[in-house]
């Protein structure tokens, strides 16, 4: 069943007025349930076609399907609301909010959904259980490893069930055991719930635990 | 938990925070203060006035206040008294005979305004008795006479000097009597020092050959809000042969500058906020900018403008309700000591005492202009960060998050 398709997409970015050429007609279908990772080298197009994806940013042409409508042609808070219901991201440089506690962090998504707070606290805590990140729950991010916030930034992705989740370059900063941990944990994610992954990486680690490769290369898919 | 997050995004910053917070604690302690003094001021000189000679109430025949001729004197003194005993509102009254004279010592003469009294009654309605600064307050005897200390270094005299009062009597004569000065007052009001003397109205009513009739009714009520009322319960008792005043129609100009010292600091209150407004949106324009990258994150994780617009508010409305609540404590605790002790302004003592408050202000905190300054501060730290979430909110999310 189809979760998210591509149709046609060019982006081009202005770069001091001179238009720069990011994506071109890109076609690609995903699936519920994959686990996909986008490869490809530096300006390749990678983490511009996972902003697309997930509605962080609108293309110069073509469309973005997720679960059947166009999200190309949505309203800023329509997009906040897809966002919150049915992504999850996971960043880089992790980006958790540097004056809440881990636990805060992961509750705050559903906070945004209007959960109760009690009901907030024991998701918030039952998932980090499961993550084996309980021990971190009063932490703030600056009290944490690099693995250890970016396993926070994992679980506040996925707190909400959410259909969909993009990790642009997730074990980017972080050593070689630390991310296999981590991409252990996103792995069990996709099976035992069943949620999607979409990464963007040049990790070797990560390509090789993909179950479906997508590589980009001067802003064309080369090979899918 | 947005609350939350606004309270901890406020403390990233410590030193911001903390300047922000005491411009507005400056800014809500000087209304305080200026609130306290200028409400003092205006309060003193209108309880001043009343207290020397305009009383709360004043009777008179119909016609005497805009001219005060000595054939102007009350038809039927008794129906006032009576009048004024059956009603309860009426804390005290005085009768006086009202003249304008000429009062010459051996060197020198000055036009003045005589009251003849009953030194009691007076006694209960004005703070005469309480302003003697030399020798004694009157008594029951006929030649005696209390004057001015200004007035009295004018005519060169001092206690127990003899002066002459000249007046127009009833039947157009020219009236004189002489008088032996028992006491001099000063009183807040260097103006009225130089104008006023008090005899026994009895000297006064056979100087001027009016009998034993009075020109006014000074009245002090229980409660002075109520004067409009009893105004109205009086004419309609007494008939249009009297007329009825309250110290509002008979100090117009006080009332007046009462009022304009209201307007004034609301003007005050918005200057003040004005100034403020500048120093909170600089402090949350730097503090929107420092940000970017977290707002693209909080925007790709689902938070709705609305909510990123609210924090934002949020966090400059716990600034300005903080700086608030501490100014009004400083504030109050610089008020309310000085509402007691006063504040001695004797540099500027002339001046004050021309315009009858006297040389110590004793702030009075009006409680109005309080609740008024404590509404109005967090409502303009609100206004000031209105531009800065304004601009947080049109942040596009890919460009916040890769800001660097």
């Known amino acids: 069943m189809e979760i998210i398709k591509a149709q046609n997409l060019v982006k081009i970015y202005q770069d001091n007025g001179v238009p720069v050429k990011a994506l071109q007609n890109i076609n690609v279908t995903i699936d519920k349930g994959e686990y996909v990772v986008i490869a490809g080298p530096s300006g390749s197009g990678k983490t511009t076609l996972l902003n697309l994806l997930g509605a962080l940013d609108k293309p110069t042409e073509g469309k973005v399907y997720f679960e059947g409508e166009d999200i190309t042609v949505k309203e800023k808070s329509e997009l906040s609301k897809i966002r919150l219901h049915k992504l999850g991201f996971i960043f880089q440089a992790y980006n958790l909010i540097p004056v809440l506690t881990a636990i805060e962090n992961i509750e705050f998504s559903m906070m945004l959904l209007g959960i109760p707070d009690k009901e907030r606290k024991e998701k918030a805590l039952s998932l980090m259980d499961e993550l084996g990140i309980k021990e971190l729950a009063n932490k703030r991010p600056n009290e944490m490893s690099g693995g250890q916030q970016q396993r926070v930034a994992v679980a506040r992705a996925i707190v909400n069930k959410p259909s969909l989740v993009l990790a642009d370059e997730p074990t980017a900063n972080l050593d070689s055991v630390t991310a296999g941990h981590l991409l252990d944990l996103m792995e069990q994610m996709n099976l035992d719930k069943n949620i999607t992954f979409i990464f963007s990486s040049h990790d070797k680690q990560v390509i090789d635990r993909a179950k479906r490769l997508i590589i980009l290369k001067d802003g064309r898919i080369e090979n899918q | ?350 001046g004050l005492e021309a315009f009858g408050v006297g040389a110590i202000i004793y702030p009075v905190l009006s409680i109005g202009n309080l609740i008024n300054a404590v509404l109005f501060m967090p409502f303009v730290a609100v206004l000031g960060a209105l531009y800065p979430a304004y601009k947080a909110i049109k942040l596009e999310p890919i460009y916040a998050i890769n800001y660097v």
């Open chain 2, 1 to 350: 938990m947005l609350l939350k997050l606004a309270w901890r995004n406020i403390w990233r910053n410590k030193r911001r925070s903390i300047i922000v917070l005491i411009s507005v604690i400056v800014g809500l302690t000087a209304i305080v203060l200026t609130d306290g003094l200028s409400n003092g001021m205006m309060r003193q000189m209108l309880f001043n006035q009343i207290n020397l000679d305009v009383s709360h109430l004043q009777i008179h025949k119909a016609g005497f206040n805009s001219n005060k001729i000595v054939k102007n004197f009350i038809p039927n003194y008794k129906q006032v008294e009576t009048v004024l005993r059956s009603n309860p509102e009426v804390e005290a009254y005085s009768k006086r005979v009202f003249a304008t004279c000429i009062l010459s010592s051996a060197s020198n003469s000055s036009g003045v305004i005589m009251y003849g009294i009953d030194p009691a009654e007076e006694a209960k309605v004005s703070i005469i008795r309480n302003s003697i600064i030399e020798g004694r307050y009157l008594s029951t005897s006929k030649r005696e006479i209390i004057i001015g200390k200004k007035l009295a270094d004018k005519l060169g005299v001092d206690v127990g000097d003899k002066v002459v009062a000249m007046s127009n009597t009833l039947n157009g004569d020219i009236g004189s009597d002489a008088f032996r000065i028992i006491g001099i007052f000063q009183t807040s009001s260097s103006e009225f020092d130089k104008m006023a003397i008090y005899v026994n109205a009895s000297a006064e009513q056979e100087m001027l050959g009016i009998g034993d009739n009075y020109h006014e009714f000074a009245i002090i009520t229980k409660d002075y809000n109520k004067v409009t009322s009893l105004k109205n319960i009086f004419e309609s008792k007494l008939g249009e042969k009297y007329e009825v005043y309250t110290y509002r129609d008979i100090l117009p100009m006080l009332i007046y500058q009462m009022e304009l010292y209201k307007e004034s600091m609301m003007i005050l209150n918005i200057i003040i906020g004005l100034a403020l407004i500048f120093g909170i949106i600089n402090t949350m324009l730097m503090s929107v900018f420092e940000r970017i990258r977290e707002f693209g994150v909080l925007m790709a994780i689902g938070m709705k403008n609305s909510k990123l617009y609210l924090m934002i508010l949020f966090e400059a409305f716990i600034l300005g309700l903080f700086g608030t609540l501490i100014g009004l404590v400083c504030g109050l605790l610089l008020d309310i000591p000085l509402a007691h002790s006063g504040i001695d302004l004797s540099i500027f003592a002339t």
